[in-house]
């Protein structure tokens, strides 16, 4: 067994439910005056491969002529950044402390047990930041290290897996609390331009935990982390933007996101793999269904391998750098219900920049 890996996992989403069939029909009625833009919008949506998603606010679930995100809505009552920033630290630390409470019964360990936090978030700001705050609701020692990583989008729930592998590898005594928690759905702009409405058709808002280091034999369902690596996909910058507004952060993803990865990324994951045959499990992020269908096209994917990140999607939406855990979580479900023994696999997954995040990972039954 691997002398790294992930020992305990935890998710939680907010209270409050995103049908996306009644929240399509809602943004139609919005639309109603522009036809066009709404049969665009409906085909957006009903192509996102989400059934539902979650969110902090539940604003969000008004009537579109009385949703204050909405252009339709009242004209002074859209949220600023600074009100969406107030929900942020308001709910953000209460989902963030639920994640990580569940991945340190998970793991079996005490919250002293805790040497290092690691806190990431791209969907807020506020100072004393999430790190500090988690400090006094989990019981940590006021002495744990603190790595806040933040403004890094989707991929960072890896950059985290992979700073905190680091940290145990050369310090073996140290036990790393992961914490992911995006609040996406806050940034959901008044505004029918078709690149808003794109983002606004698969973002949900979730958290994630996970414990990393020396795992104990005994345990089940660990995921062995055997070797982590970060890498700049070559004239990408422009694709993924993530930029501050007055009405929270706008998000432009480019069209063109699936088809580079398809181009870009089967090589650098055939290389970093480093073996002819490509493993069994993939923890792909489901950062759209797009993503999904270029990795599963390229390597010949079986749908049984990309279940797991179809089914995340479908259920909760793209929660940027949390998501990846929940793929994770349900992986090792579906794996301790087979009960099929130590399996390889991968994960990977894409922020701005544009940067992928690998992982290569051992299951341990």
């Excluded at 049908?19 to 833009?37: F, K, T, V, Y």
């Excluded at 959901?188 to 078709?194: A, D, G, K, L």
């Excluded at 983002?199 to 979730?206: E, K, L, Q, S, V």
Aim: proline fraction near 6%; include cysteine; charge should be negative.
């Amino acid at each position: 067994m691997e002398h790294v890996a992930i020992v305990g996992i935890g998710t939680a989403v907010p209270a409050y439910g995103l049908d996306q069939e009644d929240a399509s029909r809602r943004l139609s009625d919005a639309l109603a005056s522009s036809p066009d833009n709404a049969r665009w919008a409906q085909r957006i949506f009903g192509h996102s491969g989400v059934d539902r998603r979650y969110t902090c606010d539940p604003r969000l679930l008004e009537p579109a002529a009385s949703c204050c995100y909405l252009p339709s809505g009242a004209d002074t009552g859209v949220p600023t950044t600074e009100e969406r920033m107030a929900i942020y630290q308001r709910e953000a630390v209460v989902l963030a402390a639920e994640a990580a409470r569940k991945a340190l019964a998970d793991s079996k360990s005490r919250p002293g047990d805790i040497t290092h936090l690691i806190a990431v978030s791209c969907t807020g700001m506020f100072l004393p930041g999430l790190d500090a705050e988690l400090i006094d609701p989990l019981d940590l020692r006021p002495d744990v290290r603190r790595i806040p990583l933040t403004f890094m989008g989707c991929a960072a729930g890896l950059t985290a897996i992979r700073q905190a592998e680091e940290i145990v590898r050369n310090s073996p005594s140290s036990k790393v609390l992961v914490v992911a928690v995006e609040l996406c759905t806050l940034h959901i702009q008044p505004s029918f331009e078709r690149e808003q409405l794109f983002a606004a058709a698969f973002f949900g808002d979730g958290a994630s935990a996970c414990v990393i280091g020396k795992p104990d034999p005994a345990d089940e369902g660990n995921f062995g982390l055997r070797k982590t690596q970060a890498l700049l996909l070559p004239n990408t910058s422009d694709k993924m933007r993530w930029t501050i507004g007055n009405y929270g952060f706008r998000l432009f993803l480019s069209p063109e996101i699936p088809r580079l990865i398809a181009r870009e990324v089967p090589e650098a994951l055939q290389l970093f793999w480093g073996c002819e045959e490509m493993p069994e499990l993939w923890a792909i992020h489901p950062g759209g269904r797009g993503i999904i269908d270029a990795l599963s096209a390229a390597f010949g994917l079986e749908d049984s391998q990309t279940e797991a990140s179809r089914s995340v999607l479908r259920r909760y939406g793209n929660m940027s750098s949390a998501t990846i855990l929940f793929v994770l979580a349900e992986i090792r479900e579906r794996q301790l219900e087979k009960n099929e023994g130590m399996k390889e696999g991968i994960a990977v997954a894409f922020g701005p920049g544009m940067t992928a995040e690998m992982i290569r990972f051992t299951f341990h039954p």
